[in-house]
T-cell receptor
Framework: EADIYQTPRYLVIGTGKKITLECSQTMGHDKMYWYQQDPGMELHLIHYSYGVNSTEKGDLSSESTVSRIRTEHFPLTLESARPSHTSQYLC????WGNGSPLHFGNGTRLTVT | RKEVEQDPGPFNVPEGATVAFNCTYSNSASQSFFWYRQDCRKEPKLLMSVYSSGNEDGRFTAQLNRASQYISLLIRDSKLSDSATYLCVVNPDPGATNKLIFGTGTLLAVQP
């Protein structure tokens, strides 16, 4: 089973604050992803990375940014949080090969007041 | 049209019943297919990959019909613990991006 960790598990924060959602995996996976999921809705890819120093925007436009300085670490940052950013953010990783399944962290549930 | 479409349910079935979910995908070039399970307010977890010849894992059977562009999941002898949302997942890109597309999920509620 993949070991992928997200912190914090829950975050309630005021409008305008800068936040960073942490994601780390210990499997040595090259590919990492951030998905956003609203209650009862499908997951939407917002960022992905093929490896160190590689980051790409996903299919859903997001005001967040990501970085990939180390293989195991893929943090997501919001410079100025807004209520519209309230959602669940799920980090995932996979092995290199196309068609490899994703392993998800347990998510960060963000509420911006 | 969404890239991956599922009947949202809910499917309410008694314990021991057999239940089947279907999922359609729009991109005929799609190469990889999966079923994930997501419990309420939890992360998705891989249930099984779907292979061209069909595959079985215990009480779960997955089928792929490329001609009609649909995937199915059959659950036999339903247990209370099977209650969850089942996500159909497709990789529409034959390249190396591995950007998976998730359906909205089908909610299964197994009743005692």
């Amino acid at each position: 089973e993949a070991d992928i960790y997200q912190t914090p598990r829950y975050l309630v924060i005021g409008t305008g604050k800068k936040i960073t959602l942490e994601c780390s995996q210990t499997m040595g996976h090259d590919k990492m992803y951030w998905y956003q999921q609203d209650p009862g809705m499908e997951l939407h890819l917002i960022h992905y990375s093929y490896g160190v120093n590689s980051t790409e925007k996903g299919d859903l436009s997001s005001e967040s940014t990501v970085s990939r300085i180390r293989t195991e670490h893929f943090p997501l940052t919001l410079e100025s949080a807004r209520p519209s950013h309230t959602s669940q953010y799920l980090c995932a990783s996979s092995e290199w090969g196309n068609g490899s399944p994703l392993h998800f962290g347990n998510g960060t549930r963000l509420t911006v007041t | 049209r969404k890239e991956v479409e599922q009947d949202p349910g809910p499917f309410n079935v008694p314990e021991g019943a057999t239940v089947a979910f279907n999922c359609t995908y729009s991109n005929s070039a799609s190469q990889s297919f999966f079923w994930y399970r997501q419990d309420c307010r939890k992360e998705p977890k891989l249930l099984m990959s779907v292979y061209s010849s069909g595959n079985e894992d215990g009480r779960f059977t997955a089928q792929l019909n490329r001609a009609s562009q649909y995937i199915s999941l059959l659950i036999r002898d339903s247990k209370l613990s099977d209650s969850a949302t089942y996500l159909c997942v497709v990789n529409p890109d034959p390249g190396a991006t591995n950007k998976l597309i998730f359906g909205t999920g089908t909610l299964l509620a197994v009743q005692p």
